[in-house]
Nanobody, 117 residues
Framework: QVQLVESGGGLVQPGGSLRLSCSAP????????MGWYRQTPGKQRELVAT???????NYSDSVKGRFTISRDNAKNTVYLQMNSLKPEDTAVYYC???????????WGQGLQVTVSS
């Protein structure tokens, strides 16, 4: 069974930074588009950022200029660098792996990010 293992969440003050990591050892990582999504209670899961297998990135307007997604295919890992964090960034963040056109899609277990003073 494929597992995406997320790490790096926690509590940070407004204006602070966190880096999330998602390791995917059981998949052909280079063939997958990778993404980060987030969800707050009572709301639908929303896209934060994605990175294609070729390295093209896409961000939601709410995080553009503050967050950076990157990938290291040699380590089967995707990162989300989050800077200038705001209380409204508080959510459970999920890693996603998607092999477009092959219908292979996997989710991580989610990790809590809380931005509060």
């Amino acid at each position: 069974q494929v597992q995406l293992v997320e790490s790096g969440g926690g509590l940070v003050q407004p204006g602070g930074s966190l880096r999330l990591s998602c390791s995917a050892p059981g998949i052909t990582f280079s063939m997958y588009a990778m993404g980060w999504y987030r969800q707050t209670p009572g709301k639908q899961r929303e896209l934060v950022a994605t990175i294609s297998k070729g390295g093209e990135t896409n961000y939601s307007d709410s995080v553009k200029g503050r967050f950076t997604i990157s990938r290291d295919n040699a380590k089967n890992t995707v990162y989300l660098q989050m800077n200038s964090l705001k209380p409204e960034d508080t959510a459970v963040y999920y890693c996603n792996a998607d092999w477009v056109g092959v219908s292979l899609n996997f989710w991580g277990q989610g990790l809590q990010v809380t931005v509060s003073s």
